[in-house]
């Protein structure tokens, strides 16, 4: 263990200020859609009060990706056609976007790929929840997929500095690239990931996603459905190379997750196969 | 300024020298074959060995992206004779549970691969394949040579 990176990482992560601030309108969203209290009125007043994300999230709504047809041309009208739960996923993409666009450096990312892989695992968790008739939880895996691997723009400078360390772990321990994070480091990304969540206001089954999707069967069980469409598809996308980095494929695709979700090895190999669209789908949200 | 043409996944793209052709590779194969003499080249990037649908996207399988590539470069003035390939990708998830199928996907592409060139009789003088780092490829058409990134280190094959 190199005590000084884990000093250094234990010194971000209890300052709220070191971890990357998310526009509190986006917070403020996400925790009133849960509301049964709230209405769509409250949510798109509390939207429109940010010009400059309004025009982006308008600009979404207007996409292929979201498109219902019918050009969108206010928030309220946004709610009225494509509904809560997807603009609020919106919201997030424009407020996310510009943490997760950057460069990763420890992790060999360039410009733009975890936000691409964050699209591409989003994309795939939702068309997982649907085709498993989970509807309901087809959002939140989406929005978990976007931020799963959110922990790593904090941490990379860290892994930059300790890779050798870390990858001679993975290979003569045979543990995984966060195994082995957590034992040079003292933290993976999963557990950077959690707090930068916790510093956003984010509720407990985005927590959870972002901090178990590495190892499924640690979830709450209340969250674990959740949790482990997130790792199938970030095991999934990572084998199609969206996204990989120095830590490569020194990953697991946990059998129970799979067990947990109901998918065959049809679906897994079906998903894989349609790696292709998924990415032509996600173009115009890049 | 060299050209760098991005060849994403499923894809199959050709060039002449001295255009550089990029991929990323998980478990994938990218196939790059080169004619010496005429210095042009192509890759594809498959995702899949074999198609099991007739007309299917032939670009994401190796039974018939591979002959598409070549047809490609034949087209463009290529000799069959002048062709080698180097093929690199292939890389397995670290852990998987045995009975999931996927987990076999990398090593089934690279035995694929491996078959039609040798059906093609286009020899294969580099293998950069399996293990399980992600790999970033670069092939040069100025001499063929292809540069391939995985794990923080670089390799260059020159030979063609």
Known sequence: MDQNIKQRIETIISNIDQLPPLPEV?????NMVNDPDVSFKQVAQEISKNQAMTTNILKLCN???????????SIDRAIVTLGLKEVKDIVLLVAAKPILDKPVIGYDLGQGDLWKQGLAVATMSRDIAMGKKRKDIADVVFTGGIIHNVGKVVIALFVQQAFKQIIDLVQTQSITFPQAEK???????QEVGE?????????????SIVRYYQEPENAPEAHRLEVSIVHIANAICLMGGIGIGS????HEINDRAIKKTGLTQADLEGLYARMPDLLKQIMDLQ | MLEIITVGVAQIKNSSSPSVLRTILGSCVGICLYDRVKKIGGMAHILLPVNQKVGSSPEKYANTAIPMLV??????GAKIEYLSAKITGGASMFKIGSN??????????????????????IAILVEDVGGNQGRVIDFYLEDGRMKVKAGGQEKIYYKV
Request: aromatic letters at 8%.
């Open chain 1, 195 to 207: 707090k930068i969540l916790e510093k956003w206001n984010f509720p407990p089954v985005l927590r």
């Open chain 1, 247 to 250: 830590d490569g494929l020194f």
């Open chain 1, 63 to 73: 996409s292929a990706y979201f498109s219902k047809g019918n050009e969108i041309i």
């Open chain 2, 71 to 76: 047809k490609m470069l034949l087209h463009e």
């Open chain 1, 26 to 30: 986006a917070s403020r969203v996400i």
């Open chain 2, 100 to 121: 999931i199928s996927l987990g076999q996907i990398g090593i089934r592409n690279i035995e694929q691969t491996k078959q039609e060139l040798q059906k093609l009789g």
């Open chain 1, 183 to 189: 034992e040079i480091m003292g933290y993976n990304h």
